[in-house]
């Protein structure tokens, strides 16, 4: 699932140099608050990788699950119970794309995300393989301009965009929603992790 944001992008770019860009399968799966930069991200990132790149809207699928809920159990999905929907219907599309296709799903949460649970049961914690799993959230920063430097040292594009990479972290499951919002900031919390867990 490649969203336009940090952490898609990195496992796109790893998993790209591992396996070979013919054998990458990346689908954009916006909602309405999809920010339209996070969708040029995405593309721009897969047309430089130039792996294999379909975009899926998901707001019908949204919309028809919401209504079937009013209808039939007299409730109206709001907040965290509307947010999670949204992950869950890419979990959904995702592994039944790779079910069907026999690909294997690679998971895009970091482990700072990890650690603090900021991340969906069924959604975007699917996947049978997590490359970031042991990876901070400031890690992740920089192993991507690492990578970047990397392809530009070689005299290639450099695959990761300068926005993916200094936009404000976020799920976009929200308007004007930023990991902020729920989290300190990234510098502060891997700090307190590491002490914590290491």
Known sequence: ???GGIDSALVTAIATAA????NIFCVSMPS???SEHSKLDAKKLASRLK???STISIESVITTLKDSFIKSLNFTAQGLTDQNIQSRIRGIILM???NQDKHLLLSTGNKSE???GYCTLYGDMAGGYSPLGDVWKTEVYELAKAINNEAKSSGHDE???ESTMTKPPSAELAPEQTDQD???PYEVLDSILQLHME
């Open 114 to 116: 990890l650690a603090m």
């Open 19 to 22: 396996l070979g860009r013919e």
């Open 51 to 53: 792996v294999n790149f």
């Open 32 to 34: 309405r608050w999809s």
């Open 96 to 98: 039944a794309i790779a």
């Open 182 to 184: 729920s989290l300190p």
């Open 1 to 3: 699932g490649l969203s």
């Open 159 to 161: 695959p990761i965009n």
